[in-house]
Structure formats: structure tokens, C-alpha cells
């Protein structure tokens, strides 16, 4: 069984950093794809961020470009999701994801079939 906790979440003040992580237990064959996802109140869950093992690629949405990195710590099964220069409008509950089979990866929500329960971020301005 394929679990997902996401931690470091927290308050910061616009402009500020936080690093996001989240350890997967439970096996996982072959490359996998990871992401993170954000959902804010009223709105509807969006892709932020995602990565293959298989060869490294990343995928970002376009308004976390140049401030959002995502990484992958395949020894320890941790995934990162460090972000810079924080906004108000970054403010939401993140969320891991998984896809645990097939070479696909992506930032829509159909490609992952794990999720983890949730990480609130609020920026404040």
C-alpha cells in the first residue's frame, strides 16, 4: 500500500521561503511520477509541480516558474517542493501525489493515482 505524508507547510510573510516534503512508503515499481498540487478555498485543485524519476524531467505551471523547485530524493523516497519568493495568492493546502504505474507524468490531476492528505501554506502580505 502506497502512502503519502506531506510536512513544512506553515505562515510566512510574502517574500519568504518554505520547503515542502513528502515521504512515500510502501513500494513503488519502476519510475514513478511525483507532483505537487494546490487547491485554495473557492478554487479548484491545480498542478504545480511535477517530476519523473525515470530521467529527472520537471514540469511547473506557469506561475510558480523561476521561484518553485522540485526534487526527488530516490534513496530516501522523499519529494521536495522548495519555494521562493512566496505570494498572498500561493496561499492554499498542497498536496503530494503519486502515479504508481505507467511512464506518464504531469501537472493534470488524471495522471496521479496517490494523494497524500494535505499541507496548509498561507503567505501573508
Known amino acids: 500500500q502506497v502512502r503519502l505524508v506531506e510536512s513544512g507547510g506553515g505562515s510566512v510573510q510574502a517574500g519568504g521561503s518554505l520547503r515542502l516534503s513528502c515521504v512515500v512508503s510502501?513500494?513503488?515499481?519502476?519510475?514513478?511520477?511525483m507532483g505537487w498540487f494546490r487547491q485554495a478555498p473557492g478554487k479548484e485543485r491545480e498542478g504545480v509541480a511535477a517530476i519523473y524519476s525515470g530521467g529527472g524531467q520537471t514540469y511547473y505551471t506557469d506561475s510558480v516558474k523561476g521561484r518553485f523547485t522540485i526534487s526527488q530524493d530516490n534513496a530516501n523516497n522523499v519529494v521536495y517542493l522548495q519555494m521562493n519568493s512566496l505570494k498572498a495568492e500561493d496561499s492554499a493546502v498542497y498536496y503530494c501525489?503519486?502515479?504508481?504505474?505507467?511512464?506518464?507524468?504531469?501537472?493534470?490531476?488524471?495522471?496521479?493515482?496517490?494523494w497524500g492528505q494535505g499541507t496548509q501554506v498561507t503567505v501573508s502580505s
Open positions: 501525489a503519486a502515479r504508481v504505474n505507467g511512464p506518464i507524468c504531469g501537472l493534470g490531476q488524471a495522471v496521479f493515482n496517490r
Open positions: 510502501g513500494y513503488i515499481y519502476g519510475s514513478k511520477c
